[in-house]
Nanobody
Framework: QVQLVESGGGLVQAGGSLRLSCVASGRTFSTYSMAWFRQPPGKEREFVAAVSRSGAVTKHADSVKGRFTISRDNAKNTVYLQMNSLRPEDTAVYYC?????????????????WGQGTQVTVSS
């Protein structure tokens, strides 16, 4: 089992940047693929980005390609989401998730473990 704790959210102006971090407990972090999802106000939770166990393979939603980058540091049990050129429509609660099967899926149900979320608000 793994516990996930996100941080790095906040209020930023449009065009600004934030870096989210998600720290995982336990010694088996490198055996999980990791992902970021987000849930805008009043909407369903949606896929943002995923990274393979080694970090060599990544996947990003079309809505964030070229602006957001997912990465991981297995030595620090941490996955990151670098968010640049933020837009008001990026406002959401951002969640970190872990998949023991090691897929880099876009579907929520593939991920067994979730963090509590961190709020990102982008003002226009």
């Amino acid at each position: 089992q793994v516990q996930l704790v996100e941080s790095g959210g906040g209020l930023v102006q449009a065009g600004g940047s934030l870096r989210l971090s998600c720290v995982a407990s336990g010694r088996t972090f490198s055996t999980y693929s990791m992902a970021w999802f987000r849930q805008p106000p009043g909407k369903e939770r949606e896929f943002v980005a995923a990274v393979s166990r080694s970090g060599a393979v990544t996947k990003h939603a079309d809505s964030v390609k070229g602006r957001f980058t997912i990465s991981r540091d297995n030595a620090k049990n941490t996955v990151y989401l670098q968010m640049n050129s933020l837009r008001p429509e990026d406002t959401a609660v951002y969640y970190c998730a872990a998949d023991q099967a090691g897929t880099i899926a876009t579907e929520r149900f593939k991920y067994e473990y979730w963090g509590q979320g961190t709020q990102v608000t982008v003002s226009s």
